[in-house]
């Protein structure tokens, strides 16, 4: 098999025979985890049709275009650290996972805790929750750095105080 060939989702097999089945309808994924893997798929090919359908219906954003996050984000490897539930039968699941990506030419990692849901034909994804942000967008503040406040203090002894 050749990388052309493997799919995103980082499950090792080819494509054709992984998430493909699920983002062309042929398919639907039997797990939370299938699920989560093939909206991964989703996200690195910019399938918006795809995680919209998957979207709760409860928690779907109203955007067309969740793919597109206007920072020219590039998808780059997923790990799936962790399943709760989420097999055939269950109701509920839970999917713990890091997904690797390059905003412009700087590394990033997601790391994520995501919420799925049965309804009876098919699992979908209700929301997930950040563990570590992808990008920090002030920088961090050292405890004898000045707090941000404007106090005049150091952080420590200012917002930073136990």
Same mark, same amino acid.
């Given at each position: 098999?050749?990388?052309?060939?493997?799919?995103?989702?980082?499950?090792?097999?080819?494509?054709?025979?992984?998430?493909?089945?699920?983002l062309? #309808? &042929?398919?639907i994924?039997? $797990?939370?985890?299938?699920?989560?893997?093939?909206?991964? !798929?989703?996200? /690195?090919?910019?399938?918006?049709?795809?995680?919209?359908?998957?979207?709760?219906?409860?928690?779907?954003?109203?955007?067309?275009?969740?793919s597109?996050?206007?920072?020219?984000?590039?998808?780059?490897?997923l790990?799936?650290?962790?399943?709760?539930? #989420? &097999?055939?039968?269950?109701k $509920?699941?839970?999917?713990?996972?890091?997904?690797?990506? !390059?905003?412009? /030419?700087?590394?990033?990692?997601?790391?994520?805790?995501?919420?799925f849901?049965?309804?009876?034909?098919?699992?979908?994804?209700?929301?997930?929750?950040?563990?570590?942000?992808?990008?920090?967008?002030?920088?961090?503040?050292?405890?004898?750095?000045?707090c941000?406040?404007?106090?005049?203090?150091?952080?420590?002894?200012?917002?930073?105080?136990?």
């Amino acid at each position: 098999m050749n990388q052309d060939t493997t799919c995103p989702c980082g499950s090792q097999n080819d494509f054709s025979n992984c998430c493909e089945p699920y983002l062309t #309808g &042929q398919a639907i994924p039997p $797990t939370a985890e299938a699920l989560m893997r093939s909206r991964y !798929t989703a996200y /690195t090919r910019m399938d918006d049709a795809y995680l919209l359908a998957t979207w709760h219906p409860d928690t779907r954003p109203n955007t067309q275009h969740p793919s597109d996050d206007g920072d020219n984000t590039v998808w780059t490897g997923l790990s799936v650290l962790r399943t709760e539930a #989420g &097999q055939p039968g269950d109701k $509920t699941g839970v999917v713990e996972f890091i997904a690797s990506c !390059t905003v412009g /030419t700087k590394p990033f990692n997601l790391h994520e805790i995501s919420e799925f849901i049965h309804d009876g034909e098919r699992w979908y994804y209700v929301e997930g929750y950040d563990q570590q942000p992808i990008r920090r967008e002030t920088p961090k503040v050292g405890r004898n750095d000045p707090c941000p406040c404007g106090s005049g203090k150091k952080f420590k002894k200012c917002c930073g105080a136990n």
